[in-house]
């Protein structure tokens, strides 16, 4: 006759996936002879599966007669006395007669911290040669196991992550979970063990039911439980929601989502580097994924005004920096501030989750040009890969390539400078030939001002679909935007511009179907961006509005196309604006009213009187600029007489200026003609 025991021993089994690499080191530990290690220290977050792999381990031992002991510190008061009864209990006698090889397991080892010297020092030194120890806890070993070098020797630290994704499929495979729900559900629990057991709890009385976490409270609360265990105060758990918001904290940041002073801020940091389920990388401190999503999702459902907020002052971290920043620390910033908008119902379906995201940028260099070439025509074919070949030769500087930790190519995206175009590169490629016919008829370019097509993208296995190598693509995109000095406008090339419609519209790219074009059998579509309708700043903007609302994937509202004057209509467009500058009506009607120089300040394009109003207060820093230099200030007080504050004609201007009439009308023109040009470098700077 089967034992309850024994059936609850096989389920256990039947039900344990993943752990072979654990499994394969205990393994050898228990049969070498001596054992490459006599104390293996397991720490992980709660319900990481400790308890189940030590259960595992154990299995192993009685399939080798190896006598195996299990002491749970849930159970055991934290004293030389109480510990060493629970062995007697065990079947374990210290100070007696021991088996020459034999485990010990001791599980929950966070409630026996009193007890660790005791432990280090007296007890465990007393077992054999051939023995091993098992100790799991939530906290990463303390330091003195490290630090002795007799111990360092032979201890071996295991940090126990969570079940890799497939792990996690036959996982909830043989938990019943239906097969369709499972990317849900493993988006959500990342693999931890006991969150994908929770969640099949849910289907085991609702085998129906589509899974979403905020839909879950109890499964959050239970989870949230676990983690917040070793968390000693409402602001140290303030400390862990600022830590799953951000991509990485530091102290600097830390400091500035909470409000802390900078000594706060370092004690704190301090405190949350020493968690289970924190990790510390090359920029600063992030959780494990489960803790992140359970946390963040608490608080955005318990206190969303809150989870706002916080969000909102690391944006402002970030934007005050993004200005400032170059190079890799420019690129950092940006993947940590579009980091933030991950959880935007626009973003989250086109963001890779819980994949490794261990790539770099870099330029191109020659050996990369064959596996570029090969890379294009496998996905795009031959006609396209020719199109590359021209670009490669023509504009190498636009490449942006993205390698692997091991410096193997990943993928790329390549900027076209379309401003620089010759007939010869219309001639080949028939997507910059449809933008520049897009812009001359749509949107002409200036002179100093510049338009770019992110021509080519994508990763090298899975093209343009979802991936890490496309979120940088992204990231890549921001930054070219904004380090392109002058640009004006943007083009992104998709190959299936139905699947991006919605990442784009959140992203303010409209859909161009007028510059779509054709390479051999294959049309791509194009999205653009005019940055004179709405510059750089404004769209900054743009995006925290609707990152901060959680707003879904919808247009924002068509910003109205601003008029591109040349620069000789853009001068006369000036003057007349003087000369209406007490006449609202008449500015009313000036094209400068429809200018990126104007739509690009003000707060409500809507409101045509908000318009005048910035039109006349660049008007007169257009003329104040003229007070800067003493030679230049006469020509402000003829401005000034004429037009701004009017002696009632030129005649009484000149007599109070003490000009002759034909002295002031050529200062009148000089002057004109500066504010002109004031006015016209801000038109082309756009911001």
Same mark, same amino acid.
């Given at each position: 006759?089967?034992?309850?025991?024994?059936?609850?021993?096989?389920?256990?089994?039947?039900?344990?996936?993943?752990?072979?690499?654990?499994?394969?080191?205990?393994?050898?530990?228990?049969?070498?002879?001596?054992?490459?290690?006599?104390?293996?220290?397991?720490?992980?977050?709660?319900?990481?599966?400790?308890?189940?792999?030590?259960?595992?381990?154990?299995?192993?031992?009685?399939?080798?007669?190896?006598?195996?002991?299990?002491?749970?510190?849930?159970?055991?008061?934290?004293?030389?006395?109480?510990?060493?009864?629970?062995?007697?209990?065990?079947?374990?006698?210290?100070?007696?007669?021991?088996?020459?090889? &034999?485990?010990?397991?001791?599980?929950?080892?966070?409630?026996?911290?009193?007890?660790?010297?005791?432990?280090?020092?007296?007890?465990?030194?007393?077992?054999?040669?051939?023995?091993?120890?098992?100790?799991?806890?939530?906290? *990463?070993?303390?330091?003195?196991?490290?630090?002795?070098?007799?111990?360092?020797?032979?201890?071996?630290?295991?940090?126990?992550?969570?079940?890799?994704?497939?792990? !996690?499929?036959?996982?909830?495979?043989?938990?019943?979970?239906?097969?369709?729900?499972?990317?849900?559900?493993?988006?959500?629990?990342?693999?931890?063990?006991?969150?994908?057991?929770?969640?099949?709890?849910l289907f085991k009385y609702n085998p129906a039911l589509k899974f979403r976490a905020e839909a879950a409270p109890d499964i959050i609360w239970a989870l949230l439980e676990r983690f917040v265990a070793e968390v000693p105060s409402a602001l140290h758990r303030e400390v862990l929601a600022a830590a799953a918001l951000v991509r990485v904290l530091t102290e600097p940041?830390?400091?500035?989502?909470?409000?802390?002073?900078?000594?706060?801020?370092?004690?704190?940091?301090?405190?949350?580097?020493?968690?289970?389920?924190?990790?510390?990388?090359?920029?600063?401190?992030?959780?494990?994924?489960?803790?992140?999503?359970?946390?963040?999702?608490?608080?955005?459902?318990?206190?969303?005004?809150?989870?706002?907020?916080?969000?909102?002052?690391?944006?402002?971290?970030?934007?005050?920096?993004?200005?400032?920043?170059?190079?890799?620390?420019?690129?950092?910033?940006?993947?940590?501030?579009?980091?933030?908008?991950?959880?935007?119902?626009?973003?989250?379906?086109?963001?890779?989750?819980?994949?490794?995201?261990?790539?770099?940028?870099?330029?191109?260099?020659?050996?990369?040009?064959?596996?570029?070439?090969?890379?294009?025509?496998?996905?795009?074919?031959?006609?396209?890969?020719?199109?590359? !070949?021209?670009?490669?030769?023509?504009?190498?500087?636009?490449?942006?390539?993205?390698?692997?930790?091991?410096?193997?190519?990943?993928?790329?995206?390549?900027?076209?400078?379309?401003?620089?175009?010759?007939?010869?590169?219309?001639?080949?490629?028939?997507?910059?030939?449809?933008?520049?016919?897009?812009?001359?008829?749509?949107?002409?370019?200036?002179?100093?001002?510049?338009?770019?097509?992110?021509?080519?993208?994508?990763?090298?296995?899975?093209?343009?679909?979802?991936?890490?190598?496309?979120?940088?693509?992204?990231?890549?995109?921001?930054?070219?935007?904004?380090?392109?000095?002058?640009?004006?406008?943007?083009?992104?090339?998709?190959?299936?511009?139905?699947?991006?419609?919605?990442?784009?519209?959140?992203?303010?790219?409209?859909?161009?179907?007028?510059?779509?074009?054709?390479?051999?059998? *294959?049309?791509?579509?194009?999205?653009?961006?005019?940055?004179?309708?709405?510059?750089?700043?404004?769209?900054?903007?743009?995006?925290?509005?609707?990152?901060?609302?959680?707003?879904?994937?919808?247009?924002?509202?068509?910003?109205?196309?601003?008029?591109?004057?040349?620069?000789?209509?853009?001068?006369?467009?000036?003057?007349?604006?003087?000369?209406? &500058?007490?006449?609202?009506?008449?500015?009313?009607?000036?094209?400068?009213?429809?200018?990126?120089?104007?739509?690009?300040?003000?707060?409500?394009?809507?409101?045509?009187?908000?318009?005048?109003?910035?039109?006349?207060?660049?008007?007169?820093?257009?003329?104040?600029?003229?007070?800067?230099?003493?030679?230049?200030?006469?020509?402000?007080?003829?401005?000034?007489?004429?037009?701004?504050?009017?002696?009632?004609?030129?005649?009484?201007?000149?007599?109070?200026?003490?000009?002759?009439?034909?002295?002031?009308?050529?200062?009148?023109?000089?002057?004109?003609?500066?504010?002109?040009?004031?006015?016209?470098?801000?038109?082309?700077?756009?911001?």
């Amino acid at each position: 006759m089967v034992s309850l025991d024994e059936q609850l021993a096989k389920i256990r089994q039947d039900r344990f996936v993943g752990r072979e690499a654990e499994l394969t080191l205990f393994l050898t530990a228990i049969t070498a002879s001596p054992p490459p290690f006599n104390l293996l220290f397991i720490y992980g977050p709660s319900g990481v599966g400790k308890t189940a792999l030590l259960q595992r381990f154990i299995a192993l031992c009685c399939q080798r007669q190896t006598p195996a002991f299990y002491i749970s510190g849930h159970l055991v008061e934290p004293t030389p006395e109480a510990f060493k009864a629970a062995l007697r209990a065990s079947g374990l006698s210290p100070g007696e007669s021991l088996p020459n090889r &034999f485990g010990l397991f001791i599980d929950n080892y966070e409630h026996l911290s009193p007890l660790d010297s005791w432990l280090r020092d007296r007890l465990l030194p007393t077992f054999p040669r051939q023995s091993v120890t098992v100790i799991a806890g939530t906290r *990463r070993p303390p330091s003195a196991w490290l630090t002795d070098p007799g111990w360092q020797a032979v201890t071996r630290v295991l940090p126990l992550r969570n079940l890799s994704r497939s792990e !996690a499929r036959r996982y909830l495979e043989r938990l019943g979970v239906p097969s369709e729900q499972h990317e849900a559900v493993l988006d959500f629990t990342h693999g931890h063990p006991l969150a994908l057991t929770l969640v099949a709890e849910l289907f085991k009385y609702n085998p129906a039911l589509k899974f979403r976490a905020e839909a879950a409270p109890d499964i959050i609360w239970a989870l949230l439980e676990r983690f917040v265990a070793e968390v000693p105060s409402a602001l140290h758990r303030e400390v862990l929601a600022a830590a799953a918001l951000v991509r990485v904290l530091t102290e600097p940041l830390l400091a500035t989502m909470l409000d802390l002073s900078g000594e706060q801020a370092r004690a704190l940091f301090e405190w949350l580097r020493s968690c289970s389920f924190i990790e510390a990388g090359p920029y600063g401190l992030y959780p494990h994924d489960l803790v992140r999503e359970v946390v963040a999702t608490d608080l955005k459902w318990r206190n969303p005004d809150r989870y706002g907020e916080l969000l909102g002052r690391a944006r402002t971290f970030y934007a005050a920096r993004l200005r400032q920043a170059k190079g890799d620390a420019l690129e950092r910033l940006l993947i940590d501030y579009m980091f933030l908008h991950r959880n935007n119902p626009a973003v989250r379906p086109f963001y890779a989750v819980g994949e490794s995201y261990d790539y770099f940028a870099d330029i191109l260099r020659p050996p990369d040009r064959p596996e570029l070439t090969e890379m294009v025509c496998r996905h795009e074919g031959p006609e396209s890969a020719r199109i590359l !070949a021209h670009w490669l030769d023509r504009q190498p500087q636009g490449f942006v390539l993205f390698r692997d930790s091991h410096h193997r190519l990943a993928g790329f995206i390549l900027f076209v400078a379309l401003h620089e175009a010759c007939p010869e590169d219309l001639a080949a490629d028939p997507g910059v030939r449809s933008a520049l016919t897009y812009l001359a008829g749509r949107a002409p370019l200036r002179p100093g001002e510049a338009a770019t097509m992110a021509r080519f993208w994508m990763d090298r296995e899975r093209y343009q679909n979802i991936s890490p190598v496309q979120s940088l693509v992204g990231v890549q995109l921001v930054r070219h935007i904004m380090t392109t000095p002058g640009l004006a406008f943007s083009f992104l090339v998709c190959a299936d511009p139905d699947f991006w419609e919605v990442l784009a519209a959140y992203a303010d790219f409209e859909r161009l179907a007028e510059a779509d074009f054709q390479v051999g059998e *294959r049309r791509y579509g194009v999205y653009g961006h005019d940055w004179r309708a709405r510059p750089l700043t404004a769209w900054l903007s743009l995006m925290a509005e609707r990152e901060e609302a959680f707003l879904p994937a919808e247009p924002a509202p068509p910003a109205e196309r601003p008029v591109v004057l040349a620069k000789a209509d853009f001068v006369q467009a000036v003057r007349q604006a003087f000369k209406d &500058f007490h006449n609202r009506d008449g500015l009313r009607t000036n094209p400068l009213i429809r200018s990126r120089l104007v739509l690009a300040r003000v707060d409500d394009p809507t409101s045509l009187p908000r318009r005048v109003d910035v039109l006349k207060k660049l008007l007169l820093e257009a003329a104040d600029s003229l007070k800067e230099s003493p030679r230049d200030v006469r020509l402000y007080k003829v401005l000034y007489h004429t037009y701004l504050q009017p002696a009632g004609s030129q005649e009484r201007a000149a007599e109070l200026l003490d000009l002759p009439l034909s002295t002031l009308r050529y200062q009148l023109a000089r002057a004109l003609e500066r504010a002109a040009a004031f006015l016209w470098e801000r038109e082309l700077a756009g911001d």
